[in-house]
């Protein structure tokens, strides 16, 4: 068998104490692949099975990034690739064949729908997509369990339990695009739309009214809502922007979203709200359960497994909390999609978009 996972899971399994992992130096107990017998760890296999647990990179960067970088391998080519495990806990790797630069960033759960006011896992009843008309400021959504989108049915009603979170991504960008938050992502209040409204948190935008809902109240984003979404994303971009300029890159080549969530991501609508770096959008791939699959791959190659422990030593470790920089970026990245970087391949989506007189104050 071989395990994959991050470096608390793999401490915790290994009954090594994890508490370094969140103390300067930030260093695991054990970097190095780990072989260990069945029976001494109860699992229940024949009890003179082989285990094998890859190798941790760095405190935050554990086992299931090296199965990543096994499956989607880095280090064999010749551009840049910038690699995103995107969770509550987001590990990104970044590099060619000559070089590979990794870091961690919390971003917290709001991306997978928790701490927003009606989010929820991706389950049926769940919004999957919004898209909202930029003219007459009116939603449409999809729900997982419902063929087509809500507008595709002659009576939609009791149909929505919350919103997850690929919907959550796709309500703010569409907030955004659409003209309802500005840039700094605050709700404009002299619109034309009883969907944009005060509520009792503050100002608000109604997806689903309640007759559409199964939960017999409406269904909005928030202006916390949003803040959540901002914190998160511009944790994320900023631990991508750290690397690319340890690189001395402006954008990769080549973005892969890896881990169940980044599946469902719509590139589009993440680059919009910049969650990820500007970067052509065809050259942004959603791969799924990489680590599950660089598991697959050392659980069925001897090879494979001493060619990991061999990358992942090569690997440069950078702790983002020993950035000076790390506060100002993360401000200027708190913007939409950012509060000075151009983005280019969706500025199309954007077209009346200003600079922002704040970007100055944040950059060196």
Same mark, same amino acid.
């Given at each position: 068998?071989?395990?994959?996972?991050?470096?608390?899971?793999?401490?915790?399994?290994?009954?090594?104490?994890?508490?370094?992992?969140?103390?300067?130096?930030? @260093?695991?107990?054990?970097?190095?692949?780990?072989?260990?017998?069945?029976?001494?760890?109860?699992?229940?296999?024949?009890?003179?099975?082989?285990?094998?647990?890859?190798?941790?990179?760095?405190?935050?960067?554990?086992?299931d %990034?090296?199965?990543?970088?096994?499956?989607e391998?880095?280090?064999?080519?010749d551009?840049n690739?910038?690699?995103?495990?995107?969770?509550?806990n987001?590990?990104?790797?970044?590099?060619?064949?000559?070089?590979?630069?990794?870091?961690? %960033?919390?971003?917290?759960?709001?991306?997978?729908?928790?701490?927003?006011?009606?989010?929820?896992r991706?389950?049926?009843?769940?919004?999957?997509?919004?898209?909202?008309?930029?003219?007459?400021?009116?939603?449409?959504?999809?729900?997982?369990?419902?063929?087509?989108?809500?507008?595709?049915h002659?009576?939609?009603?009791?149909?929505?339990?919350?919103i997850?979170?690929?919907?959550?991504i796709?309500s703010?960008?569409?907030?955004?695009?659409?003209?309802?938050?500005?840039?700094?992502?605050?709700?404009?209040?002299?619109?034309?739309?009883?969907?944009?409204?005060?509520?009792?948190?503050?100002?608000?935008?109604?997806?689903?009214?309640?007759?559409?809902?199964?939960?017999?109240?409406?269904?909005?984003?928030?202006?916390?809502?949003?803040?959540?979404?901002?914190?998160?994303?511009?944790?994320?971009?900023?631990a991508?922007?750290t690397?690319?300029?340890?690189?001395?890159?402006?954008?990769?080549?080549?973005?892969?979203?890896?881990?169940?969530?980044?599946?469902?991501?719509?590139k589009?609508?993440?680059?919009?709200?910049?969650?990820?770096?500007?970067?052509?959008?065809d050259?942004?791939?959603? @791969?799924?359960?990489?680590?599950?699959?660089?598991?697959?791959?050392a659980?069925?190659?001897?090879?494979?497994?001493?060619?990991?422990?061999?990358?992942?030593?090569?690997?440069?470790?950078?702790?983002?909390? %020993?950035?000076?920089?790390?506060?100002?970026?993360?401000?200027?990245?708190?913007?939409?999609?950012?509060?000075?970087?151009?983005?280019?391949?969706?500025?199309?989506?954007?077209p009346?978009?200003?600079?922002?007189?704040?970007?100055?104050?944040?950059?060196?």
């Amino acid at each position: 068998m071989v395990l994959v996972g991050n470096s608390t899971m793999h401490h915790v399994l290994l009954n090594l104490h994890p508490k370094d992992l969140g103390l300067a130096p930030f @260093v695991p107990t054990i970097h190095k692949s780990v072989d260990i017998k069945a029976r001494e760890l109860g699992l229940h296999i024949n009890p003179s099975g082989n285990i094998h647990i890859l190798p941790t990179i760095a405190s935050f960067v554990g086992a299931d %990034t090296s199965a990543v970088i096994l499956a989607e391998e880095p280090h064999k080519q010749d551009e840049n690739w910038l690699l995103i495990d995107v969770g509550t806990n987001a590990e990104l790797v970044l590099g060619n064949r000559k070089r590979l630069v990794c870091t961690s %960033t919390p971003t917290g759960p709001a991306l997978e729908g928790a701490h927003v006011e009606y989010g929820m896992r991706a389950a049926p009843g769940a919004m999957e997509r919004v898209h909202i008309d930029e003219t007459t400021l009116e939603p449409k959504y999809k729900v997982i369990g419902v063929e087509g989108w809500n507008t595709d049915h002659a009576e939609f009603t009791g149909q929505v339990k919350g919103i997850c979170g690929s919907a959550i991504i796709d309500s703010v960008a569409e907030l955004f695009r659409a003209g309802i938050v500005d840039s700094r992502g605050k709700f404009r209040k002299n619109l034309d739309s009883k969907r944009v409204r005060e509520g009792e948190s503050g100002w608000e935008y109604v997806i689903a009214w309640k007759e559409e809902t199964s939960i017999g109240r409406d269904i909005p984003i928030t202006q916390q809502d949003v803040r959540q979404i901002q914190l998160a994303k511009a944790a994320l971009f900023t631990a991508a922007r750290t690397l690319l300029k340890r690189m001395d890159l402006q954008s990769p080549d080549k973005i892969i979203l890896a881990g169940g969530f980044g599946s469902y991501i719509d590139k589009e609508k993440a680059m919009l709200i910049g969650l990820i770096p500007d970067c052509e959008l065809d050259k942004v791939y959603a @791969v799924g359960n990489a680590a599950g699959d660089g598991a697959r791959i050392a659980l069925l190659n001897i090879e494979k497994r001493d060619e990991i422990d061999t990358v992942t030593r090569k690997v440069e470790r950078f702790e983002l909390p %020993t950035d000076p920089e790390f506060q100002n970026q993360f401000m200027l990245a708190t913007s939409f999609p950012h509060m000075s970087e151009p983005f280019e391949h969706i500025a199309h989506l954007i077209p009346n978009r200003k600079a922002d007189p704040l970007a100055k104050n944040f950059m060196k």
